[in-house]
């Protein structure tokens, strides 16, 4: 069983700071690529950033200069801090891992969600 928990979502004033984190446990035997995804209500989720295990970052164009990824390899952990929020950065964001099982098994993994509202 593999779980990942998000943290750190909220409401924040345009303009302002977050930093979101997601924690992978159970059975894990790698992580490769961690990521975060953002869904607005009646649109469909989409890529914010990416990191992988030994590569480099992809970021959406509507957040970068503003959002930086990063990730803690010992804690199987993703970070996301969110400079500059704009009310378009309102949704639910998700954490996502490609994650290899104990038993060999390679799959994405979702967290449960977060929820971001940036309002003045």
């Known amino acids: 069983q593999v779980q990942l928990v998000e943290s750190g979502g909220g409401l924040v004033q345009p303009g302002g700071s977050l930093r979101l984190s997601c924690v992978a446990s159970?059975?894990?035997?790698?992580?490769?690529?961690m990521g975060w995804y953002r869904q607005a209500p009646g649109n469909q989720r989409e890529l914010v950033a990416r990191?992988?295990?030994?590569?480099?970052?992809n970021y959406a164009d509507s957040v970068k200069e503003r959002f930086t990824i990063s990730r803690d390899n010992a804690k199987n952990t993703v970070y996301l801090q969110m400079n500059s929020l704009k009310p378009e950065d309102t949704a639910v964001y998700y954490c996502?891992?490609?994650?290899?099982?104990?038993?060999?098994?390679?799959?994405?993994?979702w967290g449960q969600g977060t929820q971001v509202t940036v309002s003045s």
């Open positions: 996502n891992a490609e994650i290899k099982t104990g038993w060999g098994i390679v799959r994405d993994y």
């Open positions: 159970g059975n894990i035997f790698a992580i490769y690529v």
């Open positions: 990191i992988p295990s030994g590569g480099s970052t």
